[in-house]
């Protein structure tokens, strides 16, 4: 009886602790999380977190997961499981400014119109082509709303910069202030060279889609107050009040996006005046000297792999090593604003360098491939012939830095204010630069990445290359906060199986291996089996030699043997394969609890008191 008191007591008392120990976690610990990932794929880095310390209003988060129509899709239910917990977090660190909703649209519901009344996107990926959702919508407190559309597995790393943009772009509705300066004619016009009435560069009617654009001069001295984002086009003979007026902006923690070039081509003016003409170079030397940066404007780059087929003035086509198209290989993929692209094309670019002794840091963002050179700018405006560009071309078997991030510490390109200016006090330096450096101006030009197009009367704008979309990501990037720049790509939640890896490629390693003896033997054979076109017709049928025939017989005996070897290969493959699931499998489902509750046995006979032995009562006394 003692006993059963005992054990329910001891019962009642588990209960009691296991209950406690879930309330102080739930009420107390619920915002402590341990993340022992290898890339930390679910904490949030410090750039989003101080995206939710700056949220004035409250956010509410609608994450459009199709639960029940995705039951058989392990591999999007996994990727779904990792963006609510990312959301979670989220909500979490948000102290109570974001309200996390769960939603599964099904088919023909409420949830589901609801969808796609924030325009969310459907995926036909389901079973007998149902519609998957997977999307997330926010709203704020004055109605507004963002959305990500789909969360695309392929762009996982950039899953948190994604949803920190979003949050960021509700939490400061006002709207970007671009502050353009350049004196090329992008605004269009008549065309001094044709005569006729150019319209704007694409690139600038994008941007004043979604940006407020004012365009300057190089005659200002002065950088407005409520620039979010300075843009300068091929800056030359800029004076010293506009160059200081830089400065201390980029100082003062303002962003910048520069378009430099060795040799634009798109200048009307200095295009009219000759190619020899002096400044047809940009020239900012000391803003990029103080940034610890060096534009080479004396020379052109020639890049042979990357160069672009031109048509010729007798109609055919050759390659010019001045225009190039950069891809995917020659983009920075773990960069918000280049990850996206596929290709940039441009011509005559010039090339960055960082200076030794720089205190700023680089990233570079587009570089050339290998295969590239430099030519000097005054021989490249005088060689109009691409063919003589390519006998002069000889590649350096370097790559060389075509755009680049420039930030961290940066000083003062100016010692005083130079006279006429209003300021008096100067910044001398800044640990928070942040400047984008590109080293061409005529990738901006319509011609490199934009095709004029008439439909009923309306001139069709089709993009060709990346070139705009490259120019609004900057834009974009640069226009959010400092922490949001902050943020670049992070690991992936799948980790991939090396050790698969390394027996698929050996593998098909063999498997090619076996082809290529495959095709070297078909070959011979056609070789051999030519003869029989010099074969005589007798009676309407096809004469073959005994020899021939013999031939033939061996080839296909051959293979048959050799196609055997090929699917034993394969099989291997699998068998491999297979057999290392089969030890992982046992591991982790046998071995792991064998060893796991031998460890807690061992650990209950070391701590396991023993029972102290007590005197039989009776045969004392009857010793007694």
């Known amino acids: 009886m003692h006993h059963k008191l005992t054990s329910t007591l001891n019962l009642f008392l588990l209960v009691v602790v296991f209950v406690s120990l879930v309330f102080v976690n739930n009420q107390l610990l619920s915002s402590v999380r341990l993340d022992l990932t290898e890339n930390q794929v679910y904490s949030l880095s410090q750039g989003s977190k101080q995206v939710l310390q ?134 269009g016009g008549q065309n001094p060279m044709t005569g006729q009435v150019d319209p704007p560069w694409t690139f600038l009617t994008q941007l004043e889609q979604l940006y407020n654009v004012e365009q300057l001069g190089s005659e200002t001295i002065t950088v407005p107050e409520n620039t979010d984002v300075l843009l300068l086009v091929h800056p030359k003979e800029f004076s010293d009040e506009l160059l200081f007026a830089i400065d201390q902006y980029a100082l003062s923690g303002g962003k910048i996006l520069v378009f430099l070039d060795a040799h634009n081509e798109s200048d009307q003016m200095a295009m009219m005046a000759g190619p020899m003409t002096e400044g047809n170079s940009s020239n900012i030397e000391p803003l990029l000297s103080a940034w610890g940066v060096k534009f080479d404007n004396e020379n052109v780059l020639l890049d042979a792999m990357a160069g672009l087929d031109i048509r010729t003035q007798n109609g055919g086509v050759t390659r010019h090593f001045g225009f190039v198209g950069l891809t995917t290989e020659q983009l920075d993929r773990e960069d918000v604003v280049t990850s996206n692209l596929e290709v940039i094309n441009g011509a005559s670019f010039g090339v960055f360098s960082l200076l030794e002794g720089a205190n700023s840091t680089w990233l570079p963002l587009i570089q050339s491939t290998q295969n590239a050179d430099l030519m000097d700018v005054t021989t490249y405006a005088m060689t109009q012939d691409p063919e003589e560009l390519a006998k002069a071309y000889q590649s350096q078997n370097k790559a060389f830095v075509l755009a680049a991030r420039i930030s961290g510490q940066a000083y003062s390109a100016f010692d005083k204010a130079p006279e006429g200016t209003e300021q008096t006090e100067i910044i001398s330096s800044t640990d928070n630069l942040n400047v984008v450096l590109v080293g061409d101006t005529d990738m901006l030009a319509d011609r490199f990445w934009v095709q004029q197009s008439n439909f009923f009367g309306q001139t069709i704008f089709t993009p060709f290359a990346n070139n705009g979309d490259f120019v609004t990501n900057v834009a974009e990037n640069l226009g959010g906060s400092d922490a949001l720049i902050s943020i670049r790509s992070r690991g992936t939640f799948s980790r991939s199986f090396n050790k698969v890896d390394a027996l698929t490629v050996v593998a098909e390693q063999k498997f090619r291996d076996q082809e290529q003896i495959l095709q070297h033997q078909l070959e011979e054979t056609e070789q051999q089996l030519l003869q029989l076109q010099n074969q005589q017709v007798e009676g309407g049928a096809l004469v073959i030699s005994p020899e021939q025939q013999l031939a033939i017989d061996e080839f296909m005996q051959q293979k048959i043997t050799i196609r055997k070897s090929l699917r034993d290969v394969r099989h291997q493959l699998d068998k491999d394969i297979e057999s290392l699931g089969n030890w992982l499998k046992l591991i982790n489902i046998a071995l792991a609890p064998l060893v796991l509750t031998l460890l807690l046995v061992l650990l209950r006979g070391m701590f396991r008191t023993k029972p102290r032995k007590v005197a039989d009562v009776s045969e004392e006394a009857t010793v007694l």
């Open 54 to 187: 700056d949220i004035d209003e409250p956010i509410n988060l609608y994450f459009f997961f199709s639960d029940k129509a995705s039951k058989n899709m392990t591999s999007l239910r996994n990727y779904a499981n990792r963006v609510e917990s990312l959301l979670s977090e989220y909500e979490t660190l948000a102290n109570g400014k974001i309200k996390l909703n769960i939603v599964d649209p099904e088919v023909f519901s409420e949830q589901e119109d609801q969808a796609d009344q924030f325009g969310l996107t459907a995926a036909n990926i389901g079973a007998a082509g149902e519609a998957i959702y997977m999307g997330l919508a926010a709203t704020n407190a004055l109605d507004e709303h963002k959305v990500i559309a789909f969360f695309d597995p392929q762009k996982e790393s950039f899953l948190e910069y994604e949803i920190s943009k979003l949050i960021y772009q509700l939490s400061e509705p006002e709207p970007v202030n671009i502050t353009l300066i350049t004196d090329l004619a992008i605004k």
